[in-house]
């Protein structure tokens, strides 16, 4: 408190002064380093290891002295950590639920024990993590290992998981992900960034002695990220999962491309989110809470401070009462200092006006807290702000002037809504495109609750049920084969010139038939007019003729699929059933000739044909029925309030079709991503597309919106390309070569885009073992599961 000798109470209120912090103490913490010379090894095999002859990298405390060192890992460290984690994975895997659980809830007493070691350490190395926050975590997921057979059957774990995170990542953001993935039954290798690594190495040891089998939980240690794409390599590794700031995740995206290992990213730092406060809302209780998280000395994201208009007078004049004798906070070195510099002055350039309890000084690695009101919401230092004290102010009108303001940032991590008009908050919570909405708070967080990256703010869900999924494949389907990444100029991919069409027959009664694409609602031919035969089973004759598309035909589908897709995303879930039962209708009215392309392309009998069409007919009325069956709710919280979490469409989906049953695989994925509210672009499989060309007739005959389907035939790498480099494209799903996997990975990455990858090789893919005529329950749940994206919302209630 301040000094009340000297202030009065109202002094107090009037300045809103905060008193100074209470003296902690690090004497724990400080003594467990000690113990090990301040120079830690790795954690693998359940215990500490330190080779010789490795390069040493320094951890500095707040004072800028040496905190402790770690070891950068070298390939034969990996080997051994990831042979650990296979052994690990056998003992942690073979064992009951209810084991598994148990020996997840004996860490809650560990930490009872230990917590105040881990505290300090936290403190010590600037990461953010209570053990209250770890406690609830590992109850959360304890419960889930208890119940994962019984509420998440035909599921098996991946295997081995590699979680990396970069240097400013929290360690609660690190352990989000680490113990839902051994709740699962993985084993886990930890790569985390620097400063997270001695609480990690803390908790790999108390982990292991409360009863982890050895080699369930180790922890690598390095120089930078790149560490995490050389562990990917080994070919026990089954899973990349990656939790830190966009550039290290793109980096460990690219260096990882090809290796057949699946790799999610959560770009929670650095993220740009918007404050959204109506003139509806307890201002006071808004400023307080702005003024906390925006000028915070190390923090994750940077807000924008959005703020109606009519009350924007009072708030800039509330902020500079509040404001007044805050202090200067610290930056993290010179080189930040000089880009909050630059983004001051330009501010000022564009006229905004700055509100500072006290002026910069002319140098230093300090800088006072600042508000930029009156920016340009298209400013870099709005878009992308600096690392530093600074809080853009933009002004708007409208509640749908608001969603622009908050949906202009690249990012879609997160947001906080002020408003005592909960109708308003609902409504706006539902329209921002991020993956978690605080309602008259901010930063709350919970396992409960599932959290989708939205636009570039990740690729994965984490947390809630839904968070499992990712350490979890369903039991029918195969791993990604492990391969090695093959010698591939990115810029020359898929340029390679399609196969001349040569006429052969002066027969006009013999020219086989041409057949059209499917973009925008219409069939029509390709923008370059050119063609591309089809031929029979065997490579011999030609049986018809498809069009040749190619960039301009993907960019003409996507600005037809953006502009229905909103319009099909906000009909009721009923109303898009009704419309996939009239899709299987209208296939059923065209069975004879859907049939007659498939018996035809791909050389089966008539009733195999019949059969398969059959099949399709039945999958999209099982799609139809499972539209208004699968929704969002209310999540049980341990705070009081509310906490609701809802699925979203991904938006526009890039399909390229698989080789196998090419009628009967379209129908399962098409259904999959338009049941949920998607769009669609497909590219049919290049060498049996005719069943997917005939399907076009009963897309003309039925109400899907026109631009929500597009069918577009051609070259497989080269319409891969052009559906990897369009930005609108949030997701795409690819069953081809293991060079276009390896593209996929390494393009996909700005802005992001959300991949499901099946390496084939002559017409039989990874997903050979899984067959498209069994209705398995969790191979529809994976396909919508990958077809939504979620988002919760926060509301308390006290």
């Known amino acids: 408190m301040a000094d009340s000798t000297n202030k009065t109470v109202y002094e107090i209120f009037q300045s809103m002064e905060q008193g100074p912090s209470a003296a902690t103490s690090t004497a ?153 993935a051994l709740a699962m039954g993985n084993s886990v290798v930890v790569v985390p960034g620097r400063s997270a690594a001695p609480p990690a190495l803390l908790l790999a040891q108390l982990f292991t002695g409360a009863g982890l089998p050895a080699g369930t939980l180790n922890v690598l240690t390095g120089r930078d990220v790149t560490l995490g794409a050389k562990v990917s390599q080994n070919p026990n ?94 930056l993290s070195s010179d080189a930040d200092r000089v880009l909050v510099d630059a983004a001051v002055q330009e501010a000022q350039q564009q006229g905004a006006m700055l509100v500072q309890p006290c002026s910069a000084s002319p140098s230093g690695a300090q800088y006072p807290p600042t508000v930029l009101c009156g920016a340009a919401p298209s400013s870099p230092y709005v878009v992308t702000p600096p690392p530093g004290p600074l809080l853009p102010l933009l002004t708007f009108r409208s509640s749908a002037e608001a969603v622009i303001l908050g949906n202009h940032s690249p990012h879609g991590h997160a947001a906080s809504i002020w408003t005592e008009d909960l109708t308003l908050a609902l409504e706006t919570a539902k329209s921002l495109s991020v993956g978690s909405v605080w309602v008259n708070s901010s930063c709350v967080s919970d396992p409960c609750l599932p959290v989708s990256g939205h636009k570039d703010s990740g690729t994965c869900t984490d947390g809630g049920q839904e968070g499992l999924y990712q350490f979890l494949r369903p039991s029918f389907s195969s791993p990604l084969p492990r391969s090695s990444p093959v010698s591939l100029e990115y810029s020359k991919f898929g340029t390679e010139p399609t196969q001349a069409v ?55 589908a996507v600005e037809a699929a953006i502009k229905v897709q909103p319009g099909w995303m906000k009909k ?55 539209c208004d069956k699968v929704q969002g709710g209310s999540l049980p919280i341990p705070q009081s309030g509310a906490a609701l979490s809802f699925p979203e469409a991904l938006g526009v989906v890039g399909i390229i079709l698989p080789d196998k049953t090419p009628l009967l695989s379209m129908v399962t994925v098409l259904g999959a991503a338009i049941a949920t509210g998607n769009a669609v ?81 002559d017409g039989e893919g990874s997903d050979a073992g899984m067959d498209w005529a069994q209705s398995h329950p969790s191979l529809l749940e994976d396909l919508w599961r990958n077809a939504v994206q979620w988002k919760s919302v926060w509301i308390p209630t006290a």
Request: hydrophobic content about 40%; aromatic content about 8%; glycine content about 6%.
């Open 28 to 180: 724990t913490a400080q003594a467990w380093l000690h113990h090990h010379s301040r120079s830690f090894g790795f954690f693998m095999d359940g215990k500490f290891v330190r080779p010789e002859n490795r390069q040493n990298l320094s951890l500095a405390d707040s004072e800028g002295g040496v905190l402790c060192t770690t070891v950068c890992a070298e390939d034969d460290d990996i080997s051994q950590c990831a042979s650990s984690a296979a052994t690990g994975y056998t003992s942690w895997s073979s064992l009951t639920c209810s084991q598994r659980s148990k020996a997840l809830l004996r860490l809650v007493s560990v930490l009872g024990l230990h917590g105040q070691c881990l505290s300090e350490l936290c403190a010590l190395c600037e990461t953010t993590c209570s053990p209250s926050a770890l406690v609830r975590l590992l109850q959360y997921y304890s419960s889930w290992a208890q119940l994962r057979d019984t509420l998440i059957p035909s599921w098996t774990p991946v295997g081995v998981v590699v979680v990396v995170s970069s240097d400013d990542c929290s360690l609660y953001s690190l352990m989000l992900k680490v113990l839902p």
């Open 237 to 330: 590794v089954s899973y990349i999962t990656y939790s830190g700031n966009k550039q290290d995740g793109m980096a460990l995206c690219k260096a990882s491309a090809g290796m057949g290992v699946p790799v999610s990213v959560s770009p929670c730092v650095g993220a740009t989110c918007p404050f959204i406060i109506f003139e509806s809302a307890d201002i006071d209780s808004a400023l307080d809470e702005v003024l906390q998280i925006a000028f915070m000395k190390k923090k994750e994201v940077h807000w924008v401070l959005c703020v109606q208009e009519s009350v924007s007078d009072s708030v800039v004049a509330r902020l500079k009462l509040r404001m007044a004798g805050m202090k200067c906070v610290a």
């Open 502 to 556: 040569i006429p052969d027959s002066p027969d006009h009664a013999s020219i086989p038939q041409s057949y059209p694409q499917f973009v925008g609602g219409k069939a029509c031919k390709s923008v370059s007019g050119c063609s591309m035969p089809v031929q029979t089973p065997g490579g011999g004759s030609v049986l018809a003729f498809c069009p040749d598309g190619g960039r301009k035909d993907v960019r003409n």
């Open 572 to 626: 009721s879930p009923s109303a898009r059933a009704q419309s996939l039962y009239s899709l299987a209708k209208g296939l059923e009215s065209k069975k004879k000739d859907v049939s007659a392309s498939v018996s035809t392309q791909l050389g089966v009998s008539v009733d195999e044909a019949d059969k398969e069409v059959e099949l399709s007919i039945a999958r999209l009325n099982v799609w139809a029925a499972y």
């Open 681 to 761: 672009i497909m590219v049919p499989s290049q060498k049996f597309p005719l069943p997917a060309l005939a399907f076009i007739q009963v897309l003309q005959s039925s109400d899907l919106p026109a631009g929500l389907v597009n069918i577009i035939t051609g070259n497989r790498d080269q319409l891969t390309v052009a559906l990897a480099n369009h930005s609108v494209i949030k997701a795409i799903w690819y069953w081809g070569r293991a060079e276009g996997c390896q593209y996929l990975q390494y393009t996909c990455t700005s802005p992001l885009k959300t991949l499901r990858l099946f390496s084939q090789k």
